[in-house]
């Protein structure tokens, strides 16, 4: 089987999905690759493994419950693996897998714009309230 490179992959891609078109399964994922709790965790896995307790040290609000259904979805989709180290109690790790790092970047670069432009984003939303 002949290896692809990430170009070929990219344009077979243009061919195969189009997220414009309401069938594409490629919205699904946008759908997932949007949520806040997804573009914190990925920077917060990047430099390594990481147990639930971790990460919902660092990620503050979320609730434990919306962290595990988070790192559940984001398993489903090829961003992290869970380990499960037998110990007593067992130990649970989660990293991100090649694809997720492919990712980190573009979560990286959007999580620091929204920090960067968080001001001019709450004048433009008084802004637009205050209109009569």
Do not use: N
């Not at 988070?70 to 109690?89: A, F, N, Q």
């Amino acid at each position: 089987m002949a290896t692809t490179t990430a170009g070929q992959r990219r344009e077979q891609a243009k061919r195969d999905y189009d997220a414009f078109l309401a069938g594409c399964p490629t919205r699904e994922l946008l759908s997932t690759l949007t949520d806040k709790w997804v573009a914190l965790l990925i920077p917060a896995l990047a430099g390594g493994p990481q147990r639930h307790s971790e990460l919902a040290r660092r990620i503050a609000g979320v609730s434990q419950k919306m962290l595990t259904q988070t790192l559940r979805t984001m398993e489903r989709d090829g961003l992290l693996t869970r380990t499960v180290t037998t110990s007593v109690p067992a130990r649970v790790d989660y990293q991100l897998t090649p694809l997720g790092h492919d990712l980190f970047p573009v979560m990286v670069a959007i999580k620091t714009w929204a920090e960067t432009h968080m001001d001019r984003v709450f004048q433009a939303r008084t802004q637009f309230d205050t209109r009569t």
